[in-house]
C-alpha cells in the first residue's frame, strides 16, 4: 500500500515563529488532507488538498502532486496551535506518523 | 446531528469479553472509516465503508475484529474476546468524497 511519511516528527517553537511541515508519499493521490489532533485528542480537518495551494488565516498548504509531496505552513505561530499535524492520503485516508508541535509562550 | 457521535467515550472492559463500539457519522456521509490509535502513536486504518459495503478490511488486526455497517448510516465496530493489547482509543470518520470528520472516540481499556 502506499507509504506517508512526515517530517519533522518533533518540533518545538517560540510563539510567533513560522514553521513548515512537510508529508511525502510513495504514489501518486487522489485525495489528501491535512489534520490537527488537539491535546485532548480531538481530530479538526484543516486542509483538503490533493493539489494546488490553500490559505485559511494563519495556516496555508501546498501539494505539488507530480513531486510526491505536501507542505503544511504555519505562521506567526501561538499556544493553541500546538498538537499533532498529521497528513491522510487517498480514499481510504491511510496516515502518516505525525509531527508533534509544541509552542511556548 | 451536528458532527460524528461515537459511544461509549469510555469503556473498561475485563479480558475475553466481548465489546460494540458504535459511531453515529454525519447525515448524508457516504463513507465511513474505523481508525485505532495507540498512545502516542499516528491513526492506524481498520476498515472503510462506502454506504453499507465494506470496501476494504484489511486493517483489521484478527478476526476478533468485526464491523458493520447495515443500513449505509450508523456502524458498529465489535471487538470479541478482547485482550489487552486491544487497548487504545477507536476513531470513527465520516466524510464526503473529499473532506472527513472525526468523532471524538472511544477509550478501550482492557484490563
Known amino acids: 500500500g502506499i507509504q506517508v511519511e512526515q517530517s519533522p516528527p518533533d518540533l518545538i517553537l517560540q510563539e510567533g515563529a513560522n514553521s513548515t511541515l512537510r508529508c511525502n508519499f510513495s504514489?501518486?493521490?487522489?485525495?489528501l488532507q491535512w489534520f490537527h489532533q488537539n491535546p485532548w485528542g480531538q481530530l479538526i480537518n484543516l486542509f483538503y488538498?490533493?493539489?494546488g495551494t490553500k490559505q485559511n488565516g494563519r495556516l496555508s498548504a501546498t501539494t505539488v502532486a507530480t513531486e510526491r509531496y505536501s507542505l503544511l505552513y504555519i505562521s506567526s505561530s501561538q499556544t493553541t496551535d500546538s498538537g499533532v499535524y498529521f497528513c491522510?492520503?487517498?480514499?481510504?485516508?491511510?496516515f502518516g506518523a505525525g509531527t508533534r508541535l509544541t509552542v511556548k509562550p | 446531528g451536528a458532527g460524528v457521535s461515537q459511544s461509549p467515550r469510555y469503556k473498561v472492559a475485563k479480558r475475553g469479553q466481548d465489546v460494540a463500539l458504535r459511531c453515529d457519522p454525519i447525515?448524508?456521509?457516504?463513507?465511513l472509516f474505523w481508525y485505532q490509535q495507540a498512545l502516542g502513536q499516528g491513526p492506524e486504518f481498520l476498515t472503510y465503508?462506502?454506504?453499507?459495503?465494506?470496501?476494504?478490511k484489511s486493517g483489521l488486526p484478527s478476526d476478533r475484529f468485526f464491523a458493520e455497517r447495515p443500513e449505509g448510516s450508523v456502524s458498529t465496530l465489535k471487538i470479541q474476546r478482547t485482550q489487552q493489547e486491544d487497548s487504545a482509543v477507536y476513531l470513527c470518520?465520516?466524510?464526503?468524497?473529499?473532506?472527513?470528520?472525526f468523532g471524538q472516540g472511544t477509550r478501550l481499556t482492557v484490563v
Open positions: 504514489d501518486s493521490v487522489n485525495n
Open positions: 491522510a492520503v487517498d480514499g481510504d485516508m491511510r
Open positions: 488538498i490533493p493539489s
Open positions: 470518520a465520516s466524510s464526503t468524497y473529499t473532506e472527513a470528520f
Open positions: 465503508f462506502q454506504n453499507e459495503a465494506q470496501l476494504d
Open positions: 447525515s448524508g456521509h457516504v463513507s
